[in-house]
T-cell receptor, first 114, second 114 residues
């Protein structure tokens, strides 16, 4: 059973607000990822991290930012939410000291910006 | 560039019938291949993976997949579908591009009719 948690599960927020989506894992994984998924669509990698103090932008451009101060924690922040940010955000982690490994996913945060 | 193609946006099968979901990948080196399943409103769960060795891979919930290098394919199969298998299925390839990342296909939604 994977131990990766995302909060909140659902969030409805007004335009212009600052929000932080939380993601934590207890598996000691060094790699963590954020994916954005619109309803019925594929997953797009927006951020990833290979360890503490390491963050990179993914394949899909995003106005969000991430930080990795602790191994187990990988929060995503939107400084000023807009309706175009409405989507599902999935956090994942993989690879405890291994280069190749499958990703374990959280249950996602469904964000609606009104 | 690495990519994954799932030709079928959606498939409908009768309960008890066999299932095959198609997946083609593009990757220059040895591929690391995955199938994930996503139930509505949930994160992704790993069904099976192929890293090396036997090209026929067994997974959870009675699923299997066969890696065919000559066809660049990794199709998912199940001999007898249950109503609880209705979900979205994602094929993915693991690639080393500045570190190990998982790249997903657009997904195939499976409908099961009684």
């Amino acid at each position: 059973e994977a131990d990766i948690y995302q909060t909140p599960r659902y969030l409805v927020i007004g335009t212009g607000k600052k929000i932080t989506l939380e993601c934590s894992q207890t598996m000691g994984h060094d790699k963590m990822y954020w994916y954005q998924q619109d309803p019925g669509m594929e997953l797009h990698l927006i951020h990833y991290s290979y360890g503490v103090n390491s963050t990179e932008k993914g394949d899909l451009s995003s106005e969000s930012t991430v930080s990795r101060i602790r191994t187990e924690h990988f929060p995503l922040t939107l400084e000023s939410a807009r309706p175009s940010h409405t989507s599902q955000y999935l956090c994942a982690s993989s690879g405890r000291r291994t280069a190749v490994a499958e990703a374990f996913f959280g249950q996602g945060t469904r964000l609606t910006v009104v | 560039a690495q990519s994954v193609t799932q030709p079928d946006i959606h498939i409908t099968v009768s309960e008890g019938a066999s299932l095959e979901l198609r997946c083609n990948y593009s990757y220059g080196a040895t591929p690391y291949l995955f199938w994930y399943v996503q139930s509505p409103g949930q994160g992704l769960q790993l069904l099976l993976k192929y890293f090396s060795g036997d090209t026929l891979v067994q997974g959870i919930k009675g699923f299997e997949a066969e890696f065919k290098r000559s066809q660049s394919s990794f199709n998912l199969r199940k001999p007898s579908v249950h109503w609880s298998d209705a979900a979205e299925y994602f094929c993915a390839v693991g690639a080393f591009t500045g570190g190990f990342k998982t790249i997903f296909g657009a997904g195939t939604r499976l409908f099961v009719k009684a």
